[in-house]
């Protein structure tokens, strides 16, 4: 019932910047945290960047002061504003949500969904 969609990846070269968005959409009852994650060929997948309902952010070190979270509660959408990009930020993009689910009249269990992942390449 629920689903979660990224969109934005390409193909950009180093230094240019690019937006990544993630949706959330079905019978939800409460969105918490959402984040950021990537997974580059032969590397375990790595938290970019995550921010709480409250709007508290944290990203990893790699990407601090390069990459911006941001989320729309309106639009169930988080987004991840990402400048001056590196060759080593070439991976596959993945959007997780943490959210609670309508069942019936009951609010579900509090658990995380993926999106499919997007792919992001910077090169020259």
């Known amino acids: 019932q629920v689903q979660v969609v990224e969109s934005g990846g390409g193909l950009v070269q180093p230094g240019g910047s690019l937006r990544l968005s993630c949706a959330a959409s079905?019978?939800?009852?409460?969105?918490?945290?959402m984040g950021w994650y990537r997974q580059a060929p032969g590397k375990q997948r790595e938290l970019v960047a995550a921010?709480?309902?409250?709007?508290?952010?944290n990203y990893a070190d790699s990407v601090k002061g390069r990459f911006t979270i941001s989320r729309d509660n309106i639009k169930k959408t988080v987004y991840l504003q990402m400048n001056s990009l590196k060759p080593e930020d070439t991976a596959v993009y993945y959007c997780?949500?943490?959210?609670?689910?309508?069942?019936?009249?009951?609010?579900?269990?509090?658990?995380?969904?993926w999106g499919q992942g997007t792919q992001v390449t910077v090169s020259s």
């Open positions: 079905g019978s939800i009852a409460s969105i918490y945290d």
């Open positions: 997780n949500v943490d959210l609670s689910v309508w069942s019936g009249h009951w609010v579900g269990d509090r658990r995380n969904y």
């Open positions: 921010v709480t309902s409250g709007g508290s952010a």
